[in-house]
């Protein structure tokens, strides 16, 4: 049963476009936390939500957790190639509980 | 820099040859993982320790076995790889307690099987 879903799950856009892609579930989450995987590297936390209606930004990046704890979205403001790498959002919790959904794969184009 | 480390950074074996892949950490944190990531997929969690307690994830093959001698140090050993071992592996430490447990990862050994 596959607890987080991710959408899409590949975008390709030219560089100075928006975007925004999406993570949610059936489940209500404690945490939810985003990640970006680089080509040949291991993904590195962008970002932490815990409230239900939070809003983060993270420079271009803005984060939002829905109201219910049940899903949240990622928008990326002109968008640039350094932004490229596979997004993935993950439910909070440690061990078998920090659960991955399958991922966004971003291609920015010059 | 606080960090997690991993080597080789790309391993090759052969079929059947059993190899080791190991995992370092400067953060002190007491949960340490293993995760597999094949091509254009999510990592797959395989098992983790929380301090000395081995957690073995219900579909992680008998093959695959680890060891926590200490803190620091954690290791994945694939008893007999097979074609389909071929992958990333992700090691990645968190701190339990603190109420919001992050995932620190690595950067990954790129495992091939010959």
């Known amino acids: 049963t596959q607890l987080l879903e991710q959408s899409p799950q590949f975008l390709s856009i030219q560089e100075g476009e928006n975007l925004t892609v999406y993570c949610n579930s059936s489940?209500?989450?404690?945490?939810l936390q985003w990640y970006r995987q680089e080509p040949g590297e291991g993904p590195v936390l962008l970002v932490t939500?815990?409230?239900?209606?939070e809003v983060k930004k993270l420079k271009r990046l803005t984060f939002q957790f829905g109201d219910a704890r049940k899903d949240s979205s990622l928008h990326i403001t002109a968008a640039q190639p350094g932004d490229t790498g596979l997004y993935l959002c993950?439910?909070?919790?440690?061990?078998?509980?920090?659960?991955f959904g399958p991922g966004t794969r971003l291609s920015v184009l010059p | 820099d606080a960090m997690v480390i991993q080597n080789p950074r790309y391993q090759v074996t052969q079929f059947g040859k059993p190899v080791t892949l190991s995992c370092s950490q400067t953060?002190?944190?007491?949960?340490m993982y293993w995760y597999q990531q094949k091509s254009s997929q999510a990592p797959k969690l395989l098992f983790h320790?929380?301090?000395?307690?081995?957690?073995n994830e219900a579909d992680t093959p008998d093959n695959f076995q680890s060891r926590r001698p200490n803190t620091s140090f954690c290791f994945l050993d694939i008893r007999s790889p097979g074609l389909g071992d071929a992958a990333m592996y992700l090691c990645?430490?968190?701190?339990?307690?603190?109420?919001?447990?992050?995932?620190?990862f690595g950067s990954g050994t790129q495992l091939s099987v010959l």
């Open positions: 990645a430490t968190s701190r339990v307690g603190k109420g919001d447990e992050k995932l620190f």
């Open positions: 489940s209500v989450f404690s945490s």
């Open positions: 939500v815990v409230t239900g209606g």
């Open positions: 993950a439910r909070g919790g440690y061990g078998q509980n920090f659960v």
């Open positions: 953060l002190n944190h007491n949960v």
């Open positions: 320790y929380y301090d000395k307690d081995f957690n």
